[in-house]
């Protein structure tokens, strides 16, 4: 009974919290999430896309920013990738939103450009950036295939996707973005099941979005979580 309860309130307390997340950003040196401004390390910087019609046959590579370049990826068999050529990249520069076509899941699922997008409780959108007239550089940017070599992490905002460089990323360098475990074997990203297992601990679409927003700080937010459901549990049987 205890534990029902304990899931009833968490599948409340993770929905509040999983959707409120989104119109945070996290600030990559104190890894704290903030609204408007890092108290330490003031606003966040964008850096935003180059202006472009939509329908314009090479639209997406023509919305790539200055100092950026389109080349041959680094990674076998991967095509074409985006690679910095200014001056070297500090943490927390951000990039986006993606852009494309809103889609249906199955052909989202079946698209390599795809992101998921939750809106509520069971609601989702999806972003195609498969088509190259109505979306932007972003679409071009690869899969890291390990952790050492991913310096981007993407996240929702706002109900849009962005890039948030995650170390520093040299001149001459590949940006190269982690997609989450599930499918860090392809270039797009869709949600697994609401429960799943990870070295025995029982994950929630709550922590399945934390890990993928920053997996640097995904320890402490469990123990936060945690420890919060046990207060609302207790508060609960008080009344």
């Known amino acids: 009974i205890y534990y029902a309860k304990k899931r ?25 999430f903030f609204v408007d401004e890092c108290s330490v390390h003031g606003p966040p910087l964008f850096i935003r896309d180059t202006a472009a019609e939509l329908g314009l046959a090479n639209r997406a590579t023509c919305t790539l920013p200055s100092g950026f370049r389109i080349g041959l990826s680094s990674i076998p068999r991967a095509g074409f990738g985006v690679w ?3 001056e070297t ?3 927390g520069i951000h990039f986006g939103p993606y852009e ?13 450009y795809s992101w998921l997008i939750t809106r509520e409780q069971n609601c989702y959108s999806y972003i195609d950036g498969k088509n190259e007239t109505n979306s932007n550089w972003m679409r071009y940017v690869n899969c890291a295939r390990n952790e050492e070599e991913q310096n981007l992490v993407a996240f929702q905002y706002h109900g849009e996707i962005y890039y948030r460089t995650c170390k520093e990323i040299k001149p001459h360098s590949e940006l190269l973005v982690w997609y989450g475990e599930e499918y860090g074997k392809e270039l797009g990203i869709k949600w697994g099941s609401k429960w799943k297992s990870l ?25 936060f979580r945690n420890c919060a459901l046990d ?4 508060q609960q049987n008080k009344n």
């Open 8 to 32: 009833k309130i968490a599948n409340k307390f993770s929905l509040h919290i999983h959707l409120s997340l989104f119109t945070f950003l996290v600030c990559e040196y104190c890894l704290t």
């Open 84 to 86: 910095n050529e200014r």
């Open 199 to 223: 070295n025995g601990i029982i994950l929630d679409d709550l922590l399945l979005t934390l890990m993928i927003y920053n997996v640097s700080i995904f320890s402490d937010l469990i123990r």
């Open 89 to 91: 990249l500090t943490p």
């Open 100 to 112: 494309g076509t809103r889609t249906e899941e199955e052909a989202a699922a079946n698209s390599g």
């Open 231 to 234: 207060m609302l549990v207790h």
